[in-house]
């Protein structure tokens, strides 16, 4: 079985598996075990099958337990890697290349999908933002308004102002015309009064 592996092939299985030139030392040409120098205890195994076209490499940790197991072949481009095999799995069980290509296929369909997600959700939230932006202006807005109209409802709470030294003085003059038998259109003539003015000066002269 061991003349279906060329020194070729076992070099290239060795040289995929290590990290660094020489990593790993035969400990058994019988059943071509190797062991990594690097990582403790760590065994592959290399193993034909019975028609010599697929190579089986065995994985052990450092108690002899297998972990899992790659399944290599020789095709029309040489020596090439197929598929990894769990440890608890039948080999009968593991998956042609085609179906592996496949399934990772739809892996990449899957996460091409997520990327779009989440950058359709990235536009989404910076929209939102924006919009919020734009809601804080305008509630600044409404706030400003708020105060411009509460403080106009304020001065006309207060109503007109109180009567001024002009307006005493003026209701001063309407008294002494009315006093002298002066009419209300000939005292606003005189004075250049409005007649809402005329009456509310008039008014005032009652308080007085």
Same mark, same amino acid.
């Given at each position: 079985?061991?003349?279906?592996?060329?020194?070729?092939?076992?070099?290239?299985?060795?040289?995929?598996?290590?990290?660094?030139?020489?990593?790993?030392?035969?400990?058994?040409?019988?059943?071509?075990?190797?062991?990594?120098?690097?990582?403790?205890?760590?065994?592959?195994?290399?193993?034909?099958?019975?028609?010599?076209?697929?190579?089986?490499?065995?994985?052990?940790?450092?108690?002899?337990?297998?972990?899992?197991?790659?399944?290599?072949?020789?095709?029309?481009?040489?020596?090439?890697?197929?598929?990894?095999?769990?440890?608890?799995?039948?080999?009968?069980?593991?998956?042609?290349?085609?179906?592996?290509?496949?399934?990772?296929? @739809?892996? $990449?369909?899957? #996460? &091409?999908? !997520?990327?779009?997600?989440? +950058?359709?959700?990235?536009?989404? /939230?910076?929209?939102? =933002?924006?919009?919020?932006?734009?809601?804080?202006?305008?509630?600044?807005?409404?706030?400003?308004?708020?105060?411009?109209?509460?403080?106009?409802?304020?001065?006309?709470?207060?109503?007109?102002?109180? @009567?001024? $030294?002009?307006? #005493? &003085?003026? !209701?001063?003059?309407?008294? +002494?015309?009315?006093?002298?038998? /002066?009419?209300?259109? =000939?005292?606003?003539?005189?004075?250049?009064?409005?007649?809402?003015?005329?009456?509310?000066?008039?008014?005032?002269?009652?308080?007085?």
């Amino acid at each position: 079985m061991k003349k279906a592996i060329t020194k070729a092939s076992i070099k290239k299985i060795i040289d995929t598996y290590s990290v660094r030139k020489d990593e790993f030392e035969l400990i058994s040409e019988l059943s071509l075990s190797y062991k990594s120098k690097i990582t403790r205890n760590y065994l592959i195994k290399i193993e034909p099958d019975e028609a010599g076209k697929r190579i089986f490499v065995y994985h052990s940790n450092g108690k002899g337990k297998r972990q899992f197991i790659d399944t290599w072949e020789n095709g029309n481009n040489g020596l090439e890697w197929l598929y990894r095999n769990s440890a608890n799995e039948p080999l009968s069980d593991v998956k042609t290349i085609e179906s592996y290509q496949k399934e990772m296929a @739809e892996v $990449e369909k899957v #996460k &091409a999908a !997520a990327r779009e997600l989440m +950058e359709q959700t990235k536009r989404e /939230k910076a929209e939102y =933002e924006d919009q919020i932006e734009m809601l804080k202006a305008e509630i600044e807005n409404l706030k400003k308004s708020r105060i411009v109209y509460d403080t106009a409802k304020e001065s006309n709470k207060q109503g007109r102002p109180k @009567e001024t $030294e002009r307006m #005493k &003085a003026d !209701a001063s003059k309407i008294k +002494e015309l009315m006093e002298s038998g /002066k009419t209300n259109d =000939e005292i606003m003539d005189i004075l250049k009064l409005k007649r809402a003015t005329f009456f509310r000066l008039k008014r005032l002269i009652q308080q007085m």
